[in-house]
């Protein structure tokens, strides 16, 4: 089975952009979350979607938003980009379940962000 | 900013040797996480603990949830090169029901 994926592997743009990362889930799962990861540091919580619904946030500004679409896919956007969203952005989804089945989250390799 | 303390930051250590990382909270935690990651890689999933108390082994890795619920430690016996890579503990706050809370790693690099 295909793990998660995510688009684009890299990227770079100036400060003020705008930029839309992409994530598609394990099949079958229908929970996508969203990290924010600095070099040298662990992930950040910045977003969970669960059946299109925004389960929880995390301490971002609103610059950050995210979506999840009906086949489970995500998208993570971020708006007039800052030196400081230069970061590696992981998304993870999580098997459908109880609650445990949040936690045990499946990562993809990450979209690297470059901001100048 | 992070809010569990992870130590070491980094670890040197010979092949064969037993290593022990562990993470601490201020806070109550209902579930401590286990992951490693790669270069160039998301974090993979090592062990899951729910219960105070509990001690989980997933091959070399065994890891324990603390007591107390507001620690946990990771051990990994006899180390092989491919252990090489940063360890993360992450947890479950008991006031949050779906934010995990990420260590800053630790660091294992196998001496030559």
């Known amino acids: 089975d295909a793990g998660v994926t995510q688009s684009p592997t890299h990227l770079i743009k100036t400060r003020g952009q705008q930029v839309t990362l992409r994530c598609s889930p394990i099949?079958?799962?229908?929970?996508v979350s969203w990290y924010q990861q600095v070099l040298g540091q662990g992930p950040q919580f910045i977003f969970q979607?669960?059946?299109?619904?925004?389960?929880g946030r995390g301490n971002f500004p609103d610059r950050f938003s995210a979506r999840q679409f009906p086949n489970y896919s995500s998208e993570l956007n971020v708006n007039a980009l800052l030196l400081g969203d230069s970061a590696l952005y992981l998304c993870?989804?999580?098997?459908?379940?109880?609650?445990?089945?949040?936690?045990?989250?499946?990562f993809g390799p990450g979209t690297r962000l470059t901001v100048l | 900013g992070q809010q569990l303390n992870q130590s070491p930051q980094s670890m040197f250590i010979q092949e064969g040797e037993d290593v022990s990382m562990n993470c601490t909270s201020s806070?109550?935690?209902?579930?401590w996480l286990w992951y490693k990651q790669d270069p160039g890689e998301g974090p993979v999933l090592l062990i899951a603990?729910?219960?105070a108390g509990e001690l989980t082994s997933n091959g070399r890795l065994t890891a324990q949830f603390g007591i107390t619920r507001k620690d946990s430690f990771l051990n990994i016996s006899a180390s092989i090169p491919s252990d090489v890579g940063i360890y993360f503990c992450?947890?479950?706050?008991?006031?949050?029901?779906?934010?995990?809370?990420w260590g800053a790693g630790t660091k294992l690099i196998i001496k030559p």
């Open positions: 993870a989804s999580s098997p459908p379940g109880g609650a445990r089945s949040y936690n045990e989250q499946f």
């Open positions: 099949s079958g799962h229908k929970s």
């Open positions: 979607y669960y059946e299109k619904e925004e389960r």
């Open positions: 806070s109550i935690f209902n579930t």
């Open positions: 603990l729910y219960k």
């Open positions: 992450a947890g479950q706050r008991r006031d949050s029901n779906y934010q995990l809370i």
